[in-house]
Each structure stands twice: as C-alpha cells, then as structure tokens.
C-alpha cells in the first residue's frame, strides 16, 4: 500500500495452512520457496514508530456526510489515509477498529471518535447495529481484505477496500459476490485514479498526444531492510502474496492498462529470489513481465524489493514521449511531454488523491455516482497478477482473454 514505507497495519496468529500457497508454488528458478506462514488473522500490532496523530478538532460536517469506520490503524491508515478525511467534503472518520485496546484509545482520542464507535475484531459484528456507520475501510494486510471485506458486508455496509483487492482472483470474485447479495457497493482504493498527474495522463493518452502507443515501461522499486515473515507482513505469503508485484508493482500494472487503454493479449515474465536471504524465504525480490497488446504496442513492466529505488512510468508513440517520474507517490510527481516540443506539465497537487477518491465513494453512496475504480477492476487485476506468475513459473507466454482470464 505505501510507496517506500514498511509498516504494519495487522499481524497475524497461527492456525491453518498458508493462503494461496498453491498460485505461487514453484514460481521461481532460483530455488523453492519456503512454506507458507500459517493462515493469518487480524489480531492489532502496537503503535507504528512515527504515527503522527492530530489534537481533537471539532469539524462541521454535511448532513449527508459518510461516515467511514476505519479497520487497521497501521502506519498507511495513520500517516495518510486519516489524516485526509479532514480535506473531504462528505466523509468522516465514524468508527475505528483495532485489536491494540491501547491504539485504540490514543487513535480514537485524537479523532474524536467516541468510545462507544471503538470496536475490537472480535466485537466488529456490532457495527452493524451502528448508525453512524455508512461504509467500512479496509486497510489491513491484503491476506486479511476478503475475510474483512465480506464481514463488512454481512454488516450491511459499503467498502472502500485498499489495494490489491485480494491475494487471488477467486477470493475477488467472493467479495463481488458478497456487495451484491448485500446490496452494496465495492470500490478498490486505487488512489492514482484521483491524482490529477495520472488523469492528465490518462487524457494525454485519449487524445492520442504521444501519436499511437508503440511502447509503455514502468517500473517501482526500492530496497527493502532486514526484515522476514514474523517481523514485517510484506515479506509474509499468506498476507502479501508473491511480494513486490502486489505491492509497489501494481501501480505500474495499473498505469500500463489505463496509459494504453489496453488490456494485453499475451504476457511472458521472470520471476527471481535470492536464496539465503530472509527477506525472501517466502516472497520474490523482483517480478518483471512483458506484454503485447492487440494494437501492436507493448509494455515492460518491472517491480523489486531489493534494489536502488524508483517510481517511473514513460509511453513511447508514433508521435512523442511522455515520462513521468515520479509517477505514482504520494507527492513530488513530475510530468513531461516530448513531441514537436517539450513541455513540464503541473496539473495540480498530487496530496488531494486521498480526499478525492474519499469524496468519490460518498458520492457512489449518496448519488449513485459510478465508481471509478469497482471490484471488478481489482478482478481483473489479479487475473493479470496471476497471469504474470503463471508465465515465471512454467517459463511460457501466457494467451489472455479480454476479461484478464488465462486461455489454454
């Protein structure tokens, strides 16, 4: 979920084999992966180090305002996602939900919330009981967002679940499934959707200003510190998959399929661990994949927990460059177009993703605006994610149904 930050939103406890252990299961050339931490279950870590907290602030809110219950006060939720509700204009913090009984006193006292919307995981059933609740946001580990999402569900609310969706395509496909029994709505929290550097791109890319899309390369990288499964979630299988590509990767995932417009129709891919090194006893250190669309373009898409850091995203055309690097951080993007001329573009400030994508899921709520960003986008990601670690692990290119399914 963050750009370069590790932090933890959840941990885990013992009981039942790994999640999705078989999607990954000899993927690799450089030596198997080790068995799978045992299936996880949100339990609440302590205080991030560096959790930035706001004094109590009364805040005049809209009648028709959202209020969100927030569940996993991990490092991403404190440091970038809370802190925003304060910048929306028809959203609220209503509810929070932590296993640290100790988190949730301090977290809650900072926001105002009342003691009475501090709920445990394991008294979370009761809020659906709570009327001040609207929608749920999930922000746990993504081996924790099915079971949580579809909880949210049961209790009869909207959810707002970060990315990726889940660890599997199938467990997608349950979440889905649960909104529209429950009758509410899904959104996935791909904030670049809301970031006004990639929507410029993604209207640069409509109206042709790099000429037709011959080539799309990203890559997000950034050096990992000593860490392993008990210690730092992302480095754990049952909570973050195979690692970098459903983490940092999937932004340049996403920018390959909304810069082109494109959804590819083969995908060849590596996939490499060191042996020997603790970080990657259950995870890859770097996953890179080549697609070829049905236009003739192609991407190069590279991600990586163990090398010098990078964010960039650059589309070669017929006619002109774009690059943008930084491309999908917090903050600091930069954008540059090369055609007849270059030109520095600035379409605003990149901090307003957060509130925007906010805004955007209450007014889904209160409107019946679409959503932008639905579970089914988080679906057909997977169905890619899967697609690309098919392709390492049998040393084959990959045929791809237009829906993201694997052919053949």
């Keep these: 979920m963050t750009d370069t930050a590790m932090d933890r939103r959840a941990f885990m406890e013992s009981g039942g084999k790994g999640l999705a252990a078989s999607l990954f299961a000899g993927a690799v050339s450089e030596g198997a992966l080790a068995q799978a931490s045992p299936s996880p279950r949100a339990t609440g870590q302590r205080m991030p180090e560096g959790a930035s907290l706001p004094s109590p602030t009364p805040r005049e809110r809209r009648p028709d305002s959202v209020g969100f219950a927030v569940v996993g006060l991990g490092s991403y939720a404190l440091n970038q996602m809370m802190p925003r509700f304060a910048s929306t204009d028809r959203a609220h913090i209503a509810a929070i939900v932590s296993g640290n009984a100790e988190k949730l006193r301090r977290v809650g006292d900072a926001y105002g919330v009342p003691r009475d919307a501090r709920y445990s995981y394991d008294d979370f059933a009761r809020i659906g009981a709570d009327r001040r609740v609207d929608a749920v946001y999930v922000a746990l580990p993504t081996g924790l967002h099915a079971e949580w999402v579809i909880r949210a569900f049961a209790a009869g609310k909207h959810v707002l679940c970060e990315k990726p969706m889940a660890l599997t395509s199938a467990d997608c496909e349950r979440m889905i499934a649960a909104g529209r029994r429950a009758g509410r709505k899904l959104m996935v929290a791909y904030r670049s959707h809301f970031e006004p550097y990639n929507r410029e791109a993604m209207q640069l890319m409509e109206a042709r200003a790099v000429g037709r899309v011959r080539l799309v390369r990203t890559e997000q990288s950034y050096r990992m510190g000593p860490a392993d499964p008990a210690s730092n979630w992302r480095t754990s299988r049952a909570l973050a998959g195979g690692g970098p590509l459903?983490?940092?990767g999937i932004y340049g995932l996403q920018s390959a399929l909304y810069l082109t417009g494109e959804m590819p129709e083969r995908i060849a891919a590596t996939a490499f661990r060191p042996s020997g090194d603790p970080r990657f006893a259950e995870i890859y250190a770097h996953v890179a994949s080549q697609w070829r669309f049905p236009s003739g373009a192609v991407a190069q898409l590279a991600t990586s927990y163990d090398s010098a850091g990078i964010n960039f995203a650059e589309v070669r055309g017929t006619e002109g460059v774009?690059?943008?690097?930084?491309?999908?951080?917090?903050?600091?993007?930069t954008m540059r177009l090369k055609g007849s001329q270059?030109?520095?573009?600035?379409?605003?400030?990149?901090?307003?993703?957060f509130g925007a994508q906010l805004d955007h899921f209450a007014a889904a709520i209160r409107d019946g605006t679409p959503i932008r960003t639905p579970g089914e986008m988080g679906l057909r990601d997977l169905r890619l994610i899967?697609?690309?670690y098919a392709a390492a692990r049998d040393g084959r290119t990959v045929r791809l149904a237009p829906d993201g399914r694997m052919l053949g």
Aim: aromatic residues 6%; hydrophobic residues 25%; without cysteine.
């Design 246 to 248: 459903e983490d940092y």
């Design 322 to 333: 774009l690059t943008m690097d930084p491309a999908t951080s917090y903050s600091g993007q």
């Design 342 to 353: 270059e030109r520095t573009l600035t379409p605003g400030d990149p901090e307003v993703q």
């Design 386 to 388: 899967e697609a690309i």
